[in-house]
Antibody
Framework: QVQLVESGGGVVQPGRSLRLSCVAS????????IHWVRQAPGKGLEWVAV????????HYADSVKGRFTISSDNSKNTMYLQMGGLRTEDTAVYYC????????????WGQGALVTVSS | QSVLTQPPSVSAAPGQKVTISCSGS????????VSWYQQLPGTAPRLLIY???KRPSGIPDRFSGSKSGTSATLGITGLQTGDEADYYC???????????FGGGTTLTVL
């Protein structure tokens, strides 16, 4: 049974940093790209970043490039999203998702982690 | 402003059919596969359609997908009140090397 569980969300002041974790069970990060997708309150889905450990690539949305870093610890089956220079517009629920089919076919989603950036 | 364009809302009566469009460009929909997601209030999105027109296990055949050129369409037949949700299209943009979503369409079953 595949399960993705995010943690690390919370309230943080603008300009500060926060690290989200995504623990996976029932899947191997080396086989599937893992993405982060966010959703601001009352808004639509926004793609944030992807890490394919097996193929060795990382990509980021322009809105987070240079501020966010995606990484993984395969020994812990955990994916991380290190978020720096946080802005109020980064306030959102962040989902960790598995790309199961080509071109962003996401079959498993975590429950989401709420990040609130506010002074 | 989303890269993919969807109508903000659609509505239809129970039992009827509705279609939701998703318009993009050659660098995204035109050259990649499209997925569709359903998001019920307060829940994470659920994959409805992948690879333009395939349904994951457990998704009823009332849901269908198609793609032509730089546009894709989600069709829902036999509408039920439980289908009231937000629907999103998504794909990869090869020129930008980013994932892209539509702005979402709210379905109301009158």
């Amino acid at each position: 049974q595949v399960q993705l569980v995010e943690s690390g969300g919370g309230v943080v002041q603008p300009g500060r940093s926060l690290r989200l974790s995504c623990v996976a069970s029932g899947l191997s990060f080396s086989r599937y790209p893992i993405h982060w997708v966010r959703q601001a309150p009352g808004k639509g889905l926004e793609w944030v970043a992807v890490y394919s450990y097996g193929r060795g690539y990382k990509h980021y949305a322009d809105s987070v490039k240079g501020r966010f870093t995606i990484s993984s610890d395969n020994s812990k089956n955990t994916m991380y999203l290190q978020m720096g220079g946080l802005r109020t517009e980064d306030t959102a629920v962040y989902y960790c998702v598995r790309e199961w089919s080509r071109d962003c076919g996401f079959d498993y989603w975590g429950q989401g982690a709420l990040v609130t950036v506010s002074s | 402003q989303s890269v993919l364009t969807q109508p903000p809302s659609v509505s239809a009566a129970p039992g009827q059919k509705v279609t939701i469009s998703c318009s993009g460009s050659g660098s995204n929909i035109g050259n990649n596969f499209v997925s569709w997601y359903q998001q019920l209030p307060g829940t994470a999105p659920r994959l409805l359609i992948y690879d333009n027109n395939k349904r994951p296990s457990g998704i009823p055949d009332r849901f269908s997908g198609s793609k032509s050129g730089t546009s894709a369409t989600l069709g829902i037949t036999g509408l039920q009140t439980g289908d009231e949700a937000d629907y999103y299209c998504g794909t990869w943009d090869g020129s930008l090397s980013v994932g892209v979503f539509g702005g979402g369409t709210t379905l109301t079953v009158l």
